[in-house]
């Protein structure tokens, strides 16, 4: 071999070595032990699923540490510790009114760090949910669960006065009829069981008029509009239906029997019809177990030509926190808890809680991971019904204008305004905060 050769060979190996020792070194950093800290606001029992989240999240990245802390007042101490530097890397966040109100100064937006995550496919994101995460232009936070809307119903009270299930509920005089058959006094007056009431719905009367075609806020216009048909349509039927049952005074009473440990009304028999969450699945089966139910999509209600009728993007959110020093590990974290297998852990396969994640709901469905006192049915109905869901406003008053909509439910009921003119006291009020806060 002559001396060219070898010398060439010597330095071909060197060459070899440089490159191999230059891809230990970027593998060596990559994997640098890195810490990160979540607040979440949670006590039992959703404060299991926090740590099974970080627990899944630390086993597919080993090099990533997730400290957990619940902050029972984390949104009062969230600002506050932004503020003074002591915030942590993720939190869990109730709201998209929050989210809204946080992306000023107090949460990291996702974007940057969302293209570098493999794992962040958007186009298999549930629309309406992704919508309500993006505020001016910018992603500040991922859904932490889509939460459907059912319409439930207690087959003992079904049977007593002979009803037959029904696959949709589209006319509100038919759930009407139901209602007022399922309805039930003593000999006293009293009301001792209830058809339907719209109460505890998660959104309030915000969702209940989406439900009728109805919204609060256009667009285009940039105006309020709490008196559209659909709004004020949806609060008449609530007030109908109450002076049905003996007004308001007659309801709480009625409502007093079952609480201070009394068990839920549904479950006894003495209320026919509710509007259930994914939480109400897993609190029903886990304080009733032998419970019969039927369950169909939500109601569909008034006019054709109102506008779209679907639930509200209903939803918390997990966040990357302003100043984090490690923004791209929590951003990892985040979409791993939301739209990963970190959900599936922390959510999905125990409480059976959908994802935001389209192509996460249909791989559990397809490998029966839901939890097994969830029927199939209840599940696809699920994942057709947050298809239609509708987003939230993107206003900076989100959080007013909820509370102020749901308000006039209560004024309503009890007799102290007429629907329409309570919305026009939104319409008039929350306009006028609207223009004061985009002026300043």
Known sequence: MSQVDTRSRLGLTALVVSFLLLVWAIGAVAQEPVEIEFWHPYGPPW??????????????????????????????????????????????????????GYSDGV??????????????????????????????????????????????????????????????????NLLLEYSRRLTQFDSSGNLERVGFLPAGIWGGLFNWAYHWGGGFY?????????????????????????????????????????????????????QGMALFSHYHFYAAQDAAPDWEYGFAPPPQMGDPNWGPKGIVTHTDAHVVVKGSEHPLEAAMFVVHSTVGEG????????????????????????EDLFPDWMPQELVAQHLDVLLRARAWPKIPVLGELTSAVNATIGQVINKQLAPRAALEEVDRTIQALLEETRSR
Request: aromatic content about 10%; glycine content about 10%.
């Open 47 to 100: 404060d299991v699923g926090m740590e099974l989240a970080a627990e899944a999240f630390m086993e597919d990245y080993p090099h990533i540490k997730v400290i957990v802390n619940r902050v029972a007042d984390l949104h009062t101490k969230l600002p506050v510790a932004v503020a003074g530097g002591t915030a942590p890397d993720v939190a869990h966040i109730f709201g998209v009114h929050r989210l809204i």
């Open 218 to 270: 256009d667009e285009e216009s940039g105006k309020i509009t709490a008196t559209a048909d659909a709004n004020v349509a949806a609060l008449s039927w609530i007030e109908d239906l109450y002076d049905r049952y003996g007004g308001a005074g007659s309801v709480s009473a009625w409502q007093q029997k079952f609480s201070g440990g009394g068990s839920n009304p549904l479950y006894l028999g003495n």
């Open 107 to 172: 949460l990291e937006p996702l974007d940057p760090y969302l293209e570098r995550i493999p794992e962040w496919k958007p186009a298999e994101l549930i629309p309406g949910f992704l919508s309500s995460m993006e505020y001016s232009g910018n992603i500040w936070g991922l859904p932490t669960a889509a939460q459907p809307t059912s319409l439930v119903w207690s087959r003992d009270a079904f049977d007593a006065v002979g009803l037959a299930d029904v696959e949709g509920w589209s006319d509100e």
């Open 343 to 366: 959900f599936l852990k922390r959510s999905l396969t125990r409480t059976g809680h959908p994802s935001s994640s389209i192509a996460l709901n249909l791989r559990a469905l397809n």
